[in-house]
């Protein structure tokens, strides 16, 4: 595609007063709509004060295009990762202890290890939940501009109901503001709606009804002092007002004393002190991504015995698995991706892709090779070309992966039995010189400054025994960062939120 839109022609031009009040505007809209967050410190036993998320002043231009392409790209993600989450052989030898990533990456191991013992012993329930998010940035290489994915999320996707509610935030500024008319392109008709709170309560929600127990309620497994507790709140009110659905939540700790299942058909029951039991039918996981989740055996114990109970997980561990850095490396292997879409004999005829879907996806795809290809190939091509390069470990949430001139010593230093937990990826190139005013609370001023905006598309999957229930689209997320900033996590405090204007 021919980049026709002048990224270093924004955001617009705008006086010091107009820019002051579409500030006052925004945070006000904020703070009004629950586009909140938690302060920093800690948190006290009942909430007391809020402060509102960081966001962006204007929202960032997208190409109309590549928008739709990411949007149409999430249902054949939604059954690729269901697929991968059900072929148990392939997360053995990708993820494993034994010939797998488990090997040497602890944390990978250790889950591995407790679903192969519950694979053992027997799990209660065939059915997964999946609510995923694909991430993308811009690639401009010369005068081509191309939609490229970043990684795919299968757990804790988080900020669907903040993104929602950013994108309502531009939208009422143009509404009220018109965004003092400094840009022809910030028309309601460029700004797209964002319904991702309803998309992914839409997901839980069908888990909740496969579970099919009156008076059954959805577990949030949620970290201790969460900032970000607002985002899972607006999904809990939905829930609630619209399919009568309560909520429990719970932390690890609180749930290694609160929990029993069944023996007579492994139910998942919450005893709290002072209140009547519950049953779960779906745990939703929030936290459990990070080994700082599993602090003790402790922890994972708990994991695994919410896993073999016959609540829905969200995700279960092999769906948690399936969306490691090393499964994202794997896919781009030939034949692996054929291995999902293409098997007429495994899915039938209508669960067979074409060859322009497998394209589609190629084509969204970076060069990606082990750090433990060929011997010491992946280590020596990885230092030639760590200029153009990220190295990325089986982990999530911000904060982990290696870059650019920190590469070449990160090598020196990585023991060569650990290099099968790492992979190389060749950097995506967003357009330079797209700037935006970025608020945090706390700041007077907003800051203008270059920046970088990755999409994120959602997505929900239920599926089991070889089948895909239900999947859809689920709506969006942007988050945009300096350009000088490596990572791209909100929660982190690298990135604000921010939503779309639509280009052509």
């Avoid at 009547?276 to 994972?300: A, C, K």
């Avoid at 929900?460 to 942007?478: C, N």
């Amino acid at each position: 595609m021919q980049p026709a839109f002048d990224f270093t022609q924004w955001p617009p031009l705008i006086s010091d007063k107009d820019r002051n009040a579409l500030q006052y505007s925004a945070t006000s809209y904020a703070l009004a709509h629950g586009l909140l967050y938690l302060p920093i410190g800690v948190q006290p036993p009942r909430l007391t004060s809020a402060i509102h998320a960081p966001i962006s002043l204007f929202p960032t231009p997208f190409p109309r295009d590549q928008f739709g392409q990411a949007q149409r790209l999430q249902s054949i993600y939604n059954v690729l990762y269901s697929r991968i989450a059900m072929d148990t052989e392939f997360l053995d030898q990708t993820m494993g202890t034994e010939v797998g990533v488990g090997q040497v990456d602890e944390f990978t191991g250790q889950l591995w290890s407790g679903w192969r013992d519950l694979r053992e012993r027997g799990l209660a329930q065939p059915l997964h939940l999946g609510l995923f998010r694909s991430d993308y940035l811009l690639h401009q290489r010369d005068s081509e501009l191309s939609l490229k994915q970043v990684e795919f999320n299968t757990i804790s996707s988080s900020f669907g109901a903040l993104a929602q509610k950013t994108a309502e935030m531009h939208r009422s500024l143009e509404t009220s503001t018109k965004f003092y008319t400094h840009s022809a392109h910030l028309t309601t008709s460029n700004l797209p709606p964002n319904h991702s709170t309803s998309g992914l309560v839409e997901g839980l929600a069908a888990a909740h009804a496969a579970y099919n127990v009156d008076g059954s309620r959805i577990l949030f497994v949620v970290q201790k002092g969460e900032r970000n507790i607002f985002d899972q709140l607006w999904l809990e009110y939905e829930l609630l007002e619209k399919y009568s659905i309560h909520v429990v939540r719970r932390t690890f700790d609180e749930l290694a004393n609160q929990t029993k299942i069944s023996e007579k058909d492994f139910a998942l029951i919450i005893e709290s002190p002072d209140e009547l039991p519950v049953e779960i039918s779906t745990v939703y996981y929030r936290s459990g991504y990070t080994p700082d989740d599993f602090p003790t055996q402790t922890q994972y114990q708990t994991r695994f015995k919410l896993e073999r109970s016959k609540a829905i997980k969200c995700p279960s561990i092999p769906l948690q698995l399936a969306g490691g850095k090393k499964v994202q490396q794997v896919l781009t292997e030939p034949g692996v991706l054929e291995r999902f879409l293409c098997d007429e004999t495994k899915y039938g005829s209508q669960g067979v892709f074409s060859a322009q879907a497998l394209a589609d996806l190629r084509t969204s795809w970076m060069e990606m090779w082990p750090l433990d290809l060929d011997g010491d190939t992946g280590v020596d091509q990885a230092r030639g070309r760590a200029s153009e390069l990220v190295l990325k470990p089986q982990r999530e949430g911000g904060g982990n992966n290696v870059y650019k001139e920190a590469i070449p010593e990160f090598l020196v230093s990585l023991p060569p039995r650990e290099r099968p937990a790492w992979i190389a990826m060749e950097l995506i190139s967003p357009p330079l010189g797209l700037k935006n005013y970025l608020v945090r609370a706390g700041s007077e001023e907003c800051v203008e400054t270059e920046v970088v905006s990755e999409l994120g598309i959602f997505g929900w999957s239920l599926f089991g025994e070889g089948k895909i229930i239900s999947e859809k689209e689920a709506g969006w997320l942007v988050r945009t960062k300096g350009k000088d900033s490596n990572e791209g996590g909100v929660a982190t405090g690298f990135s604000v939120l921010d939503s779309l204007v639509l280009v052509d």
